[in-house]
């Protein structure tokens, strides 16, 4: 199982990279709200919003932005429900995430994220 998970955690970095919206909505459950907190902003965004915002932007492959993934945790609550925490490069922010996963339908899927800038990465010219 925790191989599935680890797959899956790859194609979700995948397709934050390439911003491929065929792989996302594969990726997200239609269902899915995205939470932040910064800066006293307090952010709840529905998946279909996201998505709109992804659609619309440059993506950070196209961008030639560096690209550092990891998974930092993953807690199985049950057999078909995980929470994974990850780091990655976003363009310039380095980004933490925690994601509640669920296999729905046999398929891993993102049902809600949380995530938090945690600082920038410096960029070559």
Known sequence: MLDDIRHFLQQYFDVLQNQD?????????PACVLYSQQDDVTVVRP???YRRMVEARKSPQEGG?????EILMLDVLAPDMVLAKVRLQLFDNVMV???NLMRVDGRWRIMAKHFYRAGSVARNA
Not at 21 to 29: A, C, G, I, P, S
Request: hydrophobic share 35%; aromatic share 16%; net charge negative.
């Open 47 to 49: 998946l279909a919003e």
């Open 65 to 69: 932005y560096g690209r550092q993934d």
């Open 21 to 29: 919206l065929q792989r996302f909505d594969q990726v997200f459950h």
């Open 97 to 99: 995430d925690h994601l």
